[in-house]
């Protein structure tokens, strides 16, 4: 069993900034393929953001490229997503995600096994 908890969610004014962690408590973190989700109101959860259990393959959605960055730390199980030039758009929960052996980055909710309780992101304008 996988535990993952989210931290570092808040409000920011639009153009700010903001770094999720996501830790696990799985010792074969390295293992882990994890990604990132988020959902607004009345909307299907959507993918993020993405890293392999290599750390060598990420994927992200075309409406965060080049502002949001997924990394990770084995040495602290933790998982993190820098988010850059926020938008009010980007406003919604965001779960950290996790699967186990499996190759590459997954896109889907269906992908992916173990769930974070998610943070609240809030980008006023």
């Known amino acids: 069993q996988v535990q993952l908890v989210e931290s570092g969610g808040g409000s920011v004014q639009a153009g700010g900034s903001l770094r999720l962690s996501c830790a696990a408590s799985?010792?074969?973190?390295?293992?882990?393929?994890m990604g990132w989700f988020r959902q607004a109101p009345g909307m299907e959860r959507e993918f993020v953001a993405g890293?392999?259990?290599?750390?060598?393959?990420?994927k992200y959605a075309d409406s965060v490229k080049d502002r949001f960055t997924i990394s990770r730390d084995i040495a602290k199980n933790t998982v993190y997503l820098q988010m850059n030039s926020l938008k009010p758009e980007d406003t919604a929960v965001y779960y950290c995600?996790?699967?186990?052996?499996?190759?590459?980055?997954?896109?889907?909710?269906?992908?992916?096994?173990?769930w974070g309780q998610g943070t609240q992101v809030t980008v006023s304008s």
């Open positions: 995600a996790a699967a186990l052996g499996v190759f590459g980055v997954r896109v889907t909710t269906q992908g992916y096994n173990y």
């Open positions: 799985q010792r074969t973190f390295s293992s882990l393929t």
């Open positions: 890293i392999s259990w290599t750390g060598g393959t990420t």
